[in-house]
Nanobody, 125 residues
Framework: QLQLVESGGGLVQPGGSLRLSCVAS????????MGWFRQAPGKEREGVSC????????NYADSVKGRFTISRDNAKNTVYLQMRSLKPEDTAVYYC??????????????????WGQGTQVTVSS
């Protein structure tokens, strides 16, 4: 079983940046596509970005394209989400997960994978 722990969330002003980290343990991360999801209060969980096991393929939700960058360091068993030009609408709990990375980043395709406990990101002045 893959265990995932997110960190790096916090309070940031609009236009600011944060980098989220997701550290994996239990299994070798190299074999897994990984993704970041978020859930705002009163809204459904949505896919933000995903990356293939090798790191050669990445996908992004339209709402974050050009602002967020996903990456991974398999030697450190860690996946990152660099977030720039943050907006109030980016406020949510962010989760990392293992699952099939494709252009849809559909949550339903990832529910059977491993999930972290989430880290809160709040964008507010």
């Amino acid at each position: 079983q893959l265990q995932l722990v997110e960190s790096g969330g916090g309070l940031v002003q609009p236009g600011g940046s944060l980098r989220l980290s997701c550290v994996a343990s239990g299994l070798i991360l190299d074999y897994y596509d990984m993704g970041w999801f978020r859930q705002a209060p009163g809204k459904e969980r949505e896919g933000v970005s995903c990356i293939s096991s090798s790191g050669t393929t990445t996908n992004y939700a339209d709402s974050v394209k050009g602002r967020f960058t996903i990456s991974r360091d398999n030697a450190k068993n860690t996946v990152y989400l660099q977030m720039r030009s943050l907006k109030p609408e980016d406020t949510a709990v962010y989760y990392c997960a293992s699952g099939p990375c494709d252009s849809t980043i559909a949550t339903i395709s990832w529910v059977s994978g491993s999930w972290g406990q989430g880290t809160q990101v709040t964008v507010s002045s």
